[in-house]
């Protein structure tokens, strides 16, 4: 949940009989320090920042959804919290602090007396820790990026599994149930127009019953998990250089327990609101690479469309016009995605292969993109080595690739008939692997497209050279090898990579749009 400023707060903080517990927060008699800037308020929290440790209070609210209404409530909440929060950041939450009454009527921290209040303690980081910051400097690389779904991917695999959710409903019944929340929270103000709220909901719900059967077979299989629950960027930061989830959904578990892909989404949704759908992409395929869920690809759209209502809902319901009109829009656009399609990209090592496949990817089909088929990253998981682990000669055996190609194969047809866009990247010299791909998308009735790269020997031999903890093991040797070879007709749009990748993708990115239906 982002901050909020304390006029927009739903209620006033001094009403909850909590005033005193703020003078005693603000002041030095908490922990010998002034707070540096006044409290970050959100609904549900006060944020104290003071030079090394930041605060964390419950407000005394009472909400359909959540009850910190007591101090004993605070308190299991704030343990909770706790728990919750150091599954992904055990450096970063200290503990939990009593606030109590001493004998002269004075508060303390810790004292014996009776409990007035609690806070969560945690360790403080700058505002420019966050990916939030990073993403409005347009400081998020690619190593970054990977990083950081590498380590949702891995609190993913641990998350606790749940069966049911309260009742034992089922997985379809739970989203329903925010589909409703959504649509009644638009109705109760006046920003979005009534007509499009109903139109909305409507078309939620219709997909929600088009998927009702794979959603209930996920969670059936163990996919809904005790996840994150608000995973956005303004709930990771980097701490010694390590992205770091933290802030969970913490007051309400129920809604914490949800289908990996959906927690996924949110992180998805907030880079594509911010117009940064390639890295959106580029983590969805990152996770993809160590996650087996190619099956739950169909609901990425719907789970991307129901995050931005819900951050639609929030908005307005604080007044804010403009971002409660812009998830909605967001929302909207998801929930009608492009056809899938098959694009590949071929040329020898050092061509830019993967730089376009990259640019492309997320114009390609339904949010948040492409599926990205590389054949570096098939073999290496062939052989259950790190993309950046370098094989031995013998992984590189016609025998191997011929089962790398085979798997390509395999996963495009799957992907493609999930109603995904897939970008196929590999070197494809040979006539029949060409031929092969190309059955895939007419086997699928999907639009196909074929980008063949062409440049300088001495441009092949830099970029192979100048390649760091890359998931291609090509290096100049290899590159002449390749040239040797006898490739045959290609009939795949031929483009000079000699130049700027931006060029490239460009080019490539144009053909797209007059042969394809991709984004502008």
Known sequence: MPPVSPGELAHDTHDDGQAETIAFLQSEKAFGEKPLRPPIATHISLIFLYAQRAIKLKRAVHFPYVDFSTPALRLAACERELALNRRTAPTLYSGVRRITRDNDGSLQIDGKGPLVDAVVDMRRFDDDALLAHHAEQGGLPIPLLTKLAQTIATFHRAAETVANGRDDETATARLARIIDLNEAAFASNSIIPAQASLALA????????????????????????????????????????????????????????????????????????????????????????????????????????????????????????????????????????????????????????????????????????????????????????????????????????????????????????????????????????????????AKGNVPFLGFWLETSLERQIERVEARRNDASDADATIVLAQRDRDTGAIQWHHLVSDHEATTTARQALEICQARLECPA
């Open 202 to 441: 409507q078309t939620f719900r219709a997909r929600l019953a088009a998927l009702a059967s794979l959603l209930d077979h996920r969670a059936k299989a163990g996919k809904i998990r005790h996840c994150h629950g608000d995973l956005h960027l303004r709930n990771i930061c980097l701490l010694e250089g390590e992205p770091t989830l933290f802030d969970c959904l913490e007051f309400d578990d129920d809604m914490a327990r949800v289908d990996i892909l959906y927690d996924l989404a949110f992180l998805l949704m907030d880079l594509w609101h911010r117009g940064l759908a390639r890295e959106a992409n580029w983590i969805f395929n990152r996770y993809l690479d160590q996650m087996d869920e190619d099956d739950g690809l169909t609901a990425m759209p719907f789970f991307m469309a129901l995050r931005a209502a819900i951050r639609a809902h929030v908005a307005a319901t604080l007044g804010r016009s403009n971002e409660a009109l812009s998830y909605f829009a967001l929302a909207q656009a998801l929930l009608h995605p492009r056809p899938a399609a098959l694009v590949s990209i071929g040329g020898l090592s050092g061509t830019g292969k993967s730089t376009l496949a990259a640019a492309l990817a997320p114009a390609i089909g339904p949010a948040p993109g492409a599926r990205v088929l590389s054949s570096d990253r098939i073999r290496k998981g062939l052989f259950g080595v790190r993309a950046e682990t370098r094989l031995p000669p013998e992984a590189y055996a016609p025998e191997v690739s011929a089962r790398v190609y085979a798997r390509i194969t395999t996963l495009a047809e799957t992907i493609l008939h999930l109603g995904q866009g897939v970008v196929a990247d590999a070197v494809f010299d040979r006539m029949d692997d060409r031929a092969e791909i190309e059955r895939v998308a």
